[in-house]
């Protein structure tokens, strides 16, 4: 079964707010976490990774903190963009799984102008 | 200039015929993925090869047929349609299957519709 998941189906956020997007996983053995964003009708996108030697990974605009201790996953989005409107995806894999990354079911992120 | 390509984009077919989806990748990868996605937006993967060899088989049917003819193609067949294949196929590549090799390009997806 799956052994990613997130709490939030649907998140709408005022334009310009901070978006926060969450996790949760149950595989302890999971070392390495993906965030991809699904447009409509287009396919994934890689938007961070963080590895489970650490605990908090910048990019533009983007933060994914990670909480061992609780096994929880988020994606801060900052000053939201209506091009921020998406699916967006938490992705688990664990060391020796070869490649097999194990999706959760997504939140959809629907930004008001 | 297209990273990842599938064709066709989308396929409408009844039960029981055979179709194929293609997929192709220009960024010199040697890891390539087929994922389903079903009407809910849950992402699975389906097969993943490296270097043409099957690596990841998850549990999927027997009338699914990945083919790798080289590094740059993993096409899809699937025989005996069932109305339960209809979903979105999308196809991926990566440079590694490790660490910061690992990033997934997708591709653009095929909705497949099973009448």
């Known amino acids: 079964g799956e052994s990613v998941g997130l709490h939030l189906p649907t998140l709408s956020v005022q334009e310009g707010d901070n978006s926060i997007i969450n996790c949760a996983y149950s595989?302890?053995?999971?070392?390495?976490f993906i965030w991809y964003k699904q447009e409509s009708g287009k396919g994934p996108q890689f938007i961070i990774d963080?590895?489970?030697?650490?605990d908090k990974r910048q990019g533009q605009r983007v933060t994914v903190l990670l909480n061992k201790t609780v096994k929880h996953l988020s994606l801060q989005i900052a000053a939201t963009q209506p091009g921020d409107s998406a699916v967006y995806f938490c992705?688990?894999?664990?060391?020796?799984?070869?490649?097999?990354?194990?999706f959760g079911k997504g939140t959809k992120l629907s930004v008001k102008p | 200039d297209t990273a990842v390509s599938q064709t066709p984009k989308y396929l409408v077919t009844q039960m029981g015929n055979d179709k194929s989806i293609k997929c192709e990748q220009n960024?010199?990868?040697?890891?390539m993925y087929w994922y389903k996605q079903d009407s809910k937006k849950f992402l699975k993967i389906m097969f993943s090869?490296?270097?043409?060899?099957?690596?990841i088989n998850e549990t999927v049917p027997n009338r699914f047929s990945p083919k790798s003819p080289d590094k740059a193609h993993l096409n899809l067949h699937i025989n005996s349609l069932e109305l339960g294949d209809s979903a979105v196929y999308f196809c991926?590549?990566?440079?590694?299957?490790?660490?910061?090799?690992?990033?997934?390009?997708f591709g653009p997806g095929t909705r497949l519709t099973v009448t």
């Open positions: 991926a590549s990566s440079q590694g299957i490790r660490d910061s090799a690992y990033e997934q390009y």
């Open positions: 595989n302890s053995a999971s070392d390495y």
């Open positions: 963080i590895r489970s030697n650490m």
């Open positions: 992705a688990e894999m664990g060391w020796g799984s070869q490649g097999n990354l194990i």
């Open positions: 960024l010199g990868h040697d890891t």
């Open positions: 090869y490296n270097n043409k060899e099957l690596i």
